[in-house]
């Protein structure tokens, strides 16, 4: 059987510091960063998706967990074509503009192209430490299926290079009726690893949740099914707690999708108090204990 690594996607949460999970001791970021990694083998970073970090913040991730750990990056905004706030973008490579909001394309090509090489060089510091897993490239709802965003996945997939990008496709005209065999063939065609997500059903925004592998590595992250999912609040949105009986149904298909792919991810992404910490130790035991 193939590895599943589970973890949460935050570690910084203020609802999370809140709950009473971390220990009092554990006062200060670097010592919160320790203690998650004592308790988990992977984290997902989403602060990246609002800016790009710096060099020397992922080194000091590096220097602050230990051998073997593994951070996933979610991708910049600018990078999946998400509109991004302009005070974001490095100061030197901001349009000038009156939006607040930009896009790939309000930005002269010579500065989108820095961006793109800032945002990966930033990573090196990870990469060097062997604790980068997978660059995640999460694109927006209105991302639907066409030629254009499949050749600008191959583009994602080439400028990545040798880092890893995982794709989540946020759009459900990729999967309806035969689309989703022809999704999943593009993916496996260019060895691009697919995300699964779980998610509320029955939304504008909702995709199936479709366990699958398209590569040597397959990622799986769970939105919760709060019934609040179209909340302009995050904590509403994200604050759903899954039973054990919703997550014992789970282990099989993960450890299914474990043989096929031979590396399985699982983010807890209903990050709301420590509900995502609690739900990943509850899935790390089932599938220990299965």
Known sequence: MGTIQVGTASWTDRTLLASGWYPVSADTPEKRLAYYARQFPIVEVDSTYYGPPSEQTTKLWAQRTPAGFVFNIKAFSLLTGHPTKVSAIYQDLRPETDKKNVYPGDLPAQAYEEVWSRFLTALDPLAQAGKLG??????????GIRRSNKDLMIEVAQRCKPLRP???????SWF????QEETLDFLRAHEMPFVCVDM???????VPPIVEA????AVVRFHGHSEKWTSKDIHEKFGYEYSR?????????LKDLADKSGNVQVFMNNCYSDYAQRNASTLIELLDAD
């Open 134 to 143: 997978a660059v995640l490239f999460q694109f927006p709802p209105w991302f």
């Open 166 to 172: 995982v794709f989540e496709l946020r759009n459900a």
């Open 176 to 179: 309806e009726g035969a689309n």
């Open 200 to 206: 509320p059903q029955g939304h504008k925004s909702s």
């Open 214 to 217: 398209t590569a040597d590595l």
């Open 245 to 253: 009986k919703e997550l014992a149904g789970w282990a099989p298909r």
